[in-house]
């Protein structure tokens, strides 16, 4: 059936401007979660243009949300699908979108034999993230882009991460796809280390943010050959994420204890954990720092090696009673004190301010700093504390003259 030439050039009408015609989509309706659209509906064949025009009855468009578009092939039946998926009429597109999740394997594979746009690329790559079949194909794609890569490597799964991080040119050319596969817990030790040394090899800066760190520690280590089957580093970073899940911190609880005298002692219930990160090594320790539970973190965060505890202060998962809890903590060094200090996030918090000015491991720049912020109370309790460096006792004094001399 052919379409009249009128209505053929009010379809078009709907294509002029990608971004603007599916950021508000076809009834003019605000629609923000859309997607652009890189696809002209005027390429498509007669029976799908139909399906597009304002006057088209509402059963047949959602007919065609559910893949009944008798006639097309199956590419074109998943663009006019995937398109629909962007309405903005609301039964339409969540209609779409759960057909897209379920299309019948002839439909998928044929469509996947085809040159896919970037958007439907893109909605079938979130409909099947973790089918490594899929996954496969829609990575040969020449119009995928960066923004479905990056979604890809967020939703990967180990198999599938794998997959996505062997096109070391697609990595190179797309950072942000290497700092989402390191961000992902269910991606490969071995892989992650194998980007960052990609990485560091080619002198590029990702957004991790103890990329410093694991950079450092990668360039210190051997990588090996990429393998097929997930190595003894692999099992022991997961079987360290399994003992994490039941070492379970209650709130405002530490991993260690102090007593009477200030030492600090490792507190029985977080003795296996203890024991198992002791066995990782340095870029371990690292990611399970950037992805792990906050009792990894306090046990990392007092690790010897400098690059490990600095990289355990600055995981994005790290909290405000976390900050509180290491800058009281006199077993911490005074990089990770020194990192707390220049968090604008944590020192927000008065509890944060207050331990590290009362930390002597704390630099001295940074605790004078803060000190001005304190309440007259804390302030006379430092001035006459016997726990705190004579600088900042004579600090503490000095800046209650001061406020006693404005009142």
Same mark, same amino acid.
């Given at each position: 059936m052919s379409v009249p030439a009128a209505e053929r050039r009010e379809a078009c009408m709907l294509n002029r401007g990608a971004a603007a015609r599916w950021a508000v989509g076809f009834d003019g309706v605000s629609a923000p979660a859309l997607m652009t659209v890189d696809i002209e509906i005027s390429s498509l064949p007669a029976p799908a243009q139909k399906v597009f025009l304002p006057d088209t009855p509402a059963p047949v468009k959602l007919m065609a949300a559910r893949g009944v578009l008798p006639g097309l092939k199956p590419i074109e039946i998943v663009i006019? !699908? @995937?398109?629909? +998926?962007?309405?903005?009429?609301?039964?339409? =597109?969540?209609?779409?979108?759960? %057909?897209?999740?379920?299309?019948?394997?002839?439909? $998928?594979?044929?469509?996947?034999? @085809?040159?896919? #746009?970037?958007?439907?690329?893109?909605? $079938?790559?979130?409909?099947? &993230?973790? /089918?490594?079949?899929? !996954?496969?194909?829609?990575? *040969?794609?020449?119009?995928?882009?960066g923004e479905t890569l990056e979604l890809m490597a967020d939703a990967a799964d180990e198999k599938c991460g794998e997959l996505i991080a062997t096109n070391e040119q697609r990595m190179l050319e797309f950072p942000k796809v290497i700092e989402k596969l390191y961000m992902n817990k269910r991606v490969r030790m071995s892989t992650a280390d194998r980007l960052i040394e990609l990485a560091v090899r080619n002198n590029v800066e990702l957004g991790i943010p103890a990329y410093k760190e694991a950079a450092q520690a990668i360039k210190n280590e051997l990588i090996a050959e990429p393998s097929p089957e997930p190595t003894y580093d692999d099992h022991i970073f997961v079987k360290t994420d399994t003992i994490a899940a039941t070492a379970e911190l209650a709130p405002e609880e530490d991993t260690h204890e102090v007593d009477e005298e200030g030492a600090e002692h490792l507190r029985e219930k977080f003795v296996p954990l203890y024991a198992i990160i002791g066995e990782l090594t340095v870029t371990q320790k690292i990611r399970r720092a950037m992805l792990g539970t906050a009792a990894e973190r306090l046990l990392l965060v007092r690790d010897a090696n400098r690059l490990v505890a600095t990289a355990a202060v600055k995981s994005p998962l790290m909290r405000e009673n976390e900050a &509180? /809890?290491?800058?009281?903590?006199?077993?911490?060094?005074?990089?990770?004190? =020194?990192?707390?200090?220049?968090? *604008?996030?944590?020192?927000?918090?008065?509890?944060?301010?207050?331990?590290? !000015? @009362?930390? #002597? *491991?704390?630099?001295? %720049?940074?605790?004078? =700093?803060?000190? #001005?912020?304190? *309440?007259?109370?804390?302030?006379?309790?430092?001035?006459?504390?016997?726990? !705190?460096? @004579? +600088?900042?006792?004579?600090? +503490?004094?000095?800046?209650?003259m001061r406020k006693q001399g404005k009142s």
């Amino acid at each position: 059936m052919s379409v009249p030439a009128a209505e053929r050039r009010e379809a078009c009408m709907l294509n002029r401007g990608a971004a603007a015609r599916w950021a508000v989509g076809f009834d003019g309706v605000s629609a923000p979660a859309l997607m652009t659209v890189d696809i002209e509906i005027s390429s498509l064949p007669a029976p799908a243009q139909k399906v597009f025009l304002p006057d088209t009855p509402a059963p047949v468009k959602l007919m065609a949300a559910r893949g009944v578009l008798p006639g097309l092939k199956p590419i074109e039946i998943v663009i006019v !699908v @995937g398109l629909l +998926a962007e309405n903005a009429d609301e039964k339409l =597109r969540d209609t779409a979108r759960a %057909t897209l999740g379920k299309l019948p394997a002839p439909i $998928l594979s044929g469509a996947l034999s @085809g040159d896919l #746009p970037s958007a439907i690329v893109q909605r $079938l790559a979130e409909a099947y &993230a973790n /089918q490594f079949d899929v !996954v496969e194909q829609l990575l *040969r794609m020449p119009r995928i882009t960066g923004e479905t890569l990056e979604l890809m490597a967020d939703a990967a799964d180990e198999k599938c991460g794998e997959l996505i991080a062997t096109n070391e040119q697609r990595m190179l050319e797309f950072p942000k796809v290497i700092e989402k596969l390191y961000m992902n817990k269910r991606v490969r030790m071995s892989t992650a280390d194998r980007l960052i040394e990609l990485a560091v090899r080619n002198n590029v800066e990702l957004g991790i943010p103890a990329y410093k760190e694991a950079a450092q520690a990668i360039k210190n280590e051997l990588i090996a050959e990429p393998s097929p089957e997930p190595t003894y580093d692999d099992h022991i970073f997961v079987k360290t994420d399994t003992i994490a899940a039941t070492a379970e911190l209650a709130p405002e609880e530490d991993t260690h204890e102090v007593d009477e005298e200030g030492a600090e002692h490792l507190r029985e219930k977080f003795v296996p954990l203890y024991a198992i990160i002791g066995e990782l090594t340095v870029t371990q320790k690292i990611r399970r720092a950037m992805l792990g539970t906050a009792a990894e973190r306090l046990l990392l965060v007092r690790d010897a090696n400098r690059l490990v505890a600095t990289a355990a202060v600055k995981s994005p998962l790290m909290r405000e009673n976390e900050a &509180a /809890q290491i800058s009281a903590s006199r077993a911490v060094s005074e990089d990770v004190l =020194r990192t707390i200090a220049q968090n *604008r996030e944590f020192v927000r918090h008065y509890q944060v301010k207050l331990n590290l !000015v @009362g930390n #002597p *491991r704390t630099p001295f %720049t940074f605790a004078s =700093r803060l000190m #001005p912020h304190l *309440r007259d109370g804390d302030l006379k309790s430092l001035a006459k504390s016997k726990n !705190v460096s @004579g +600088a900042i006792s004579l600090a +503490a004094k000095q800046q209650l003259m001061r406020k006693q001399g404005k009142s």
